[in-house]
C-alpha cells in the first residue's frame, strides 16, 4: 500500500499490509451453494489492507473510499455499513482466538462495489489474512476462505456460497481455478496467452443484499428438498423434468444449476484442450441459463452481452450475483482494440474494469 494511507489517518505504522485481489467468475454461477463446479479467476485489481494492533478495546476502520474512520467494539453486530465486512472479519477472527486486542485497520479499495467482483470477499479475506500474520496463526488458505464465508454468512447475513472466498484467497491472475465447491478440492488451470478476459461494468449498480440473492437461494433450497435434499447441480436434467409437481420456477433453478455445473465441466475440458471457440460459447450459454432459467439478468446487460458477442467475443455473460454489475467477455488479444471501443460506444454507461 501507500502504506502513507494507515499512518496519516492512525498517525502510527501499520504491523501488517496485505494485498488481495478481486475475482471475475468465468462460469458457474450460483453453483457453489448448490454442490457444484465453478471456474473464478482472480483480477490484478483489488483491495490493500493495513492492520495494527491497539491498546484500546476497539476496531477502528478506514477506507480511502469513503474518507471516514468508523468504530465498532468486539460485541457489535452489522450495522448495514460499508465498513461491517472489515469489522465483521475482526469479530470473527477474534472468536477464533487470532487477536485479543483493539484493531485499527485502512482500506485501499480499488474494486468498484456490488459489481460481481467480490470487493466484500477482497476485504474479508484481506484482513483475516493480515490477522493471520499478526497473530502467527497456522490457518491455511482454504481455512481462511472458510472463515471468510462464515463472516459473509454469520455476521452480514449473506446466504453466499464460498467461490469468492477461495477465489480470492488462493487465485491466481493466470490461472482459472476450477473449484469443486462441495469439497474444495482445487485445481489451477492455467488460461492460454490467446485469450483475454475482460471484465466491464454494465453500469448498473446492485447489491446482493437487497433481497434478492437471498431469495435465489432459498428457491434452490426449496427445490432441492423436492429431491429428497440432493445439491441441484448433482441432479439430471431428466431427473428434473421427470418430477411433473414441482413448480416451474423451481424446476428453472434446478434446470439452471444443474446445466450450468456441466458446462463448467466442459469449460474446464475445452480450456485444457485450448477448444476457445467451446470454452466461449459455452460462457454465452451460461448467460442464456441466466437470463431464462435462473431470471437474474436484465434487458441491458441481455444487450450488452449479445453485442459483446456479435462484435467479435468469444463468449460473454453476466457475472457475479446478479441483477447488474460487470459482465465478463473472453476475447482474442489481437482484436481487443478494435472490439472494446465499438463495445463502449454502442453502449456508453458501461466501462471496462480491466
Ligand atoms: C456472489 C456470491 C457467490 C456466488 C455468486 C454467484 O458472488 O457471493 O457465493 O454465489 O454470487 O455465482
Not at 455499513?81 to 469489522?87: G, K, L
Not at 466442459?266 to 460459447?281: D, H, N, P, V
Request: overall charge neutral.
Amino acid at each position: 500500500m501507500k502504506t502513507g494511507l494507515f499512518e496519516r489517518v492512525f498517525e502510527r505504522r501499520a504491523d501488517v499490509v496485505r494485498a488481495t485481489p478481486g475475482r471475475v467468475n468465468l462460469i458457474g454461477s450460483h453453483t457453489d451453494y448448490n454442490g457444484g463446479m465453478v471456474l473464478p479467476v482472480a483480477l490484478p485489481i483489488g483491495t490493500e489492507v493495513a492492520v495494527a494492533v491497539t491498546e484500546t478495546p476497539l476496531i477502528r476502520i478506514f477506507s480511502s473510499k469513503f474518507e471516514e474512520v468508523v468504530s465498532y467494539s468486539f460485541t457489535d453486530t452489522a450495522r448495514g455499513h460499508w465498513a461491517d465486512y472489515a469489522a465483521g472479519a475482526v469479530i470473527t477472527a477474534r472468536k477464533r482466538g487470532l487477536v485479543s486486542r483493539g484493531v485499527d485497520v485502512a482500506i485501499e479499495a480499488n474494486l468498484p462495489a456490488g459489481a460481481g467482483i467480490s470487493s466484500s470477499a477482497s476485504v474479508i479475506v484481506g484482513v483475516l489474512k493480515a490477522l493471520r500474520r499478526l497473530g502467527d496463526a497456522a490457518l491455511s488458505e482454504t481455512e481462511i476462505a472458510q472463515l471468510a464465508r462464515e463472516v459473509e454468512n454469520a455476521f452480514i447475513g449473506l446466504p453466499c456460497g464460498i467461490m469468492d472466498q477461495m477465489a480470492v484467497a488462493v487465485g491466481r491472475t493466470d490461472c482459472a481455478m476450477a473449484l469443486d465447491t462441495g469439497t474444495l478440492a482445487y485445481e489451477l488451470v492455467p488460461l492460454p496467452p490467446d485469450l483475454r478476459v475482460c471484465v466491464i461494468h454494465s453500469g448498473i449498480d446492485r447489491a446482493l443484499s437487497d433481497g434478492r440473492y437471498a431469495r435465489r437461494a432459498e428457491e434452490c433450497l426449496e427445490a432441492s428438498a423436492a429431491f429428497g435434499h440432493r445439491p441441484l447441480c448433482q441432479l439430471r436434467r431428466s431427473q428434473i423434468e421427470a418430477l411433473t409437481d414441482l413448480p416451474e420456477t423451481l424446476r428453472r433453478r434446478a434446470r439452471h444449476c444443474s446445466a450450468e455445473h456441466q458446462r463448467v465441466l466442459s469449460a474446464i475440458g475445452a480450456l485444457k484442450a485450448g477448444q476457445l471457440e467451446t470454452f466461449g460459447r459455452l460462457i454465452s450459454a451460461s448467460h442464456a441459463s441466466l437470463r431464462d432459467d435462473f431470471e437474474i439478468s436484465l434487458p441491458d446487460i441481455d444487450d450488452l452481452v449479445s453485442d459483446a458477442v456479435a462484435l467479435g467475443a468469444l463468449g460473454a455473460r453476466l457475472t457475479g450475483g446478479g441483477f447488474g454489475g460487470c459482465i465478463v467477455a473472453c476475447i482474442k488479444p489481437d482484436r481487443f482494440e478494435a472490439w472494446i471501443s465499438a463495445l463502449l460506444s454502442r453502449h456508453p454507461r458501461a466501462r471496462l474494469i480491466c
